[in-house]
């Protein structure tokens, strides 16, 4: 039986996605172990058909800490039992890289996202550097790895050569109860993670148009901000901050399709790859920018706009039928199979 070791930054805590794939490896037959950090406050670690492992740091925020946590996972992927080597990231890349040269075992790059061009680096050009020369040194040493759309794969093949697979990253299938059923109470939820580039700024100033309160569940690296935006437009009465909540309790997986799995419609901007899938499934209310007033104003839209919302409604139950993590996991299982 062939193990697999996937590293992570995180303390394992709220990651769902790397729970769905640990899940649906281990019930095909592999040995999974996640490697993530403990942070102050992170909750007992679950039982499960895996295993999970926390590093110590004593840095947790700047490069310190990624010194660190770098430096730590090198030594235990030096030595402990495994087949296959999966970075999730480009946060964990160079010890994975490193372990299985010097080992001799297979590794993988799992690019959930393109690190790079994330907001927080973009706006800090010296760092933004340091990581994209690591992802060019680094990623055309990853000839297998993953991605979760078409268009990050046809990026990594354009910028460094490999030609990674897709698995998209969406939620398990689950049954829905009562779902005619609707409370006459309204309100807006946002899950998933509170960090900078997720629209904030906008989205606290426009719910002084909103008729209905906003809860937001998630924590993050904008969450100081977000409570001083909240503070500053006096809006304490109407956005309330609900922390992070266990996967089992409240899933904070891809959040696109985490409202459709649960037939909630959804405002979301009018990108590229939405539009594709919204096109075809007609599940989300797009907008084509993110001032305050086009949120608001969407947000009004879907509260009191009682046919447009039951149309919405309608089409995530259609769409959740076919956009499951059944499907996904297919591919992802097939691609360790071949390896």
Same mark, same amino acid.
């Given at each position: 039986?062939? =193990?697999?070791?996937?590293?992570?930054?995180?303390?394992?805590?709220?990651?769902? =996605?790397?729970?769905?794939?640990?899940?649906?490896?281990?019930? @095909?037959?592999?040995?999974?172990? %996640?490697?993530?950090?403990?942070?102050?406050?992170?909750?007992?670690?679950?039982?499960?058909?895996?295993?999970?492992? +926390?590093?110590?740091?004593?840095?947790?925020?700047?490069?310190?800490?990624?010194?660190?946590?770098?430096? =730590?996972?090198?030594?235990?992927?030096?030595?402990?039992?495994?087949?296959?080597?999966? @970075?999730?990231?480009?946060?964990?890349?160079? $010890?994975?890289?490193?372990?299985?040269?010097? =080992?001799?075992?297979?590794?993988?790059?799992?690019?959930?996202?393109?690190?790079?061009?994330?907001?927080?680096?973009?706006?800090?050009?010296?760092?933004?550097?340091?990581?994209?020369?690591?992802?060019?040194?680094?990623?055309?040493?990853?000839?297998?790895?993953?991605?979760?759309?078409?268009?990050?794969?046809?990026?990594?093949?354009?910028?460094?050569?490999? !030609?990674?697979?897709? &698995? +998209?990253?969406?939620?398990?299938?689950?049954?829905?109860?009562?779902? /005619?059923?609707?409370?006459?109470?309204?309100?807006?939820?946002?899950?998933?993670?509170?960090?900078?580039? +997720?629209?904030?700024?906008?989205?606290?100033? @426009?719910?002084?148009?909103?008729?209905? $309160?906003?809860?937001? &569940?998630?924590?993050?690296?904008?969450? /100081?901000?977000?409570?001083?935006?909240?503070?500053?437009?006096?809006?304490?009465?109407?956005?309330?901050?609900?922390?992070? %909540?266990?996967?089992?309790?409240?899933?904070?997986?891809?959040?696109?399709?985490?409202?459709?799995?649960?037939?909630?419609?959804?405002?979301?901007?009018?990108?590229?790859?939405?539009?594709?899938?919204?096109?075809?499934?007609?599940?989300?209310?797009?907008?084509?920018?993110?001032? $305050?007033?086009?949120?608001? /104003? @969407?947000?009004?839209?879907?509260?009191? /706009?009682? &046919?447009?919302?039951?149309?919405?409604?309608?089409?995530?139950? !259609?769409?959740?039928?076919?956009?499951?993590?059944?499907?996904?996991?297919? !591919?992802?299982?097939?691609?360790?199979?071949?390896?």
């Amino acid at each position: 039986m062939q =193990r697999i070791i996937f590293t992570v930054t995180n303390n394992l805590s709220f990651d769902q =996605r790397m729970h769905r794939i640990a899940h649906s490896l281990s019930a @095909a037959g592999y040995q999974v172990l %996640l490697v993530g950090r403990n942070t102050p406050g992170a909750p007992a670690l679950p039982e499960g058909p895996f295993q999970q492992k +926390r590093l110590p740091c004593f840095f947790q925020t700047g490069p310190l800490f990624y010194l660190e946590f770098n430096f =730590r996972l090198l030594l235990f992927l030096l030595f402990e039992p495994v087949d296959i080597i999966c @970075a999730i990231d480009l946060d964990t890349i160079l $010890p994975c890289l490193m372990a299985s040269s010097i =080992r001799g075992k297979k590794r993988v790059y799992d690019a959930h996202e393109y690190f790079t061009q994330q907001k927080e680096l973009i706006r800090r050009p010296g760092v933004q550097r340091i990581w994209l020369a690591i992802e060019k040194w680094a990623v055309p040493q990853f000839p297998n790895g993953y991605t979760v759309n078409a268009h990050l794969a046809q990026l990594f093949k354009e910028n460094y050569g490999v !030609n990674y697979e897709i &698995v +998209r990253n969406i939620c398990f299938h689950y049954p829905l109860e009562n779902t /005619d059923n609707q409370s006459n109470e309204k309100f807006i939820l946002y899950q998933g993670a509170v960090n900078e580039g +997720r629209c904030f700024e906008q989205l606290i100033p @426009a719910m002084k148009w909103v008729d209905a $309160p906003l809860f937001i &569940v998630g924590g993050g690296n904008f969450m /100081d901000q977000t409570i001083k935006l909240i503070r500053h437009y006096k809006l304490e009465n109407k956005v309330f901050l609900k922390g992070c %909540l266990q996967p089992q309790v409240y899933s904070l997986a891809n959040r696109f399709f985490d409202y459709m799995m649960a037939g909630v419609p959804q405002i979301c901007v009018n990108y590229p790859l939405y539009k594709e899938i919204n096109d075809q499934y007609g599940f989300a209310y797009l907008v084509d920018d993110t001032h $305050p007033l086009t949120i608001g /104003d @969407a947000l009004n839209k879907l509260l009191k /706009d009682g &046919v447009v919302y039951k149309e919405l409604k309608q089409n995530c139950l !259609n769409a959740r039928k076919e956009l499951h993590w059944d499907k996904e996991a297919e !591919n992802l299982i097939h691609f360790y199979n071949r390896l």
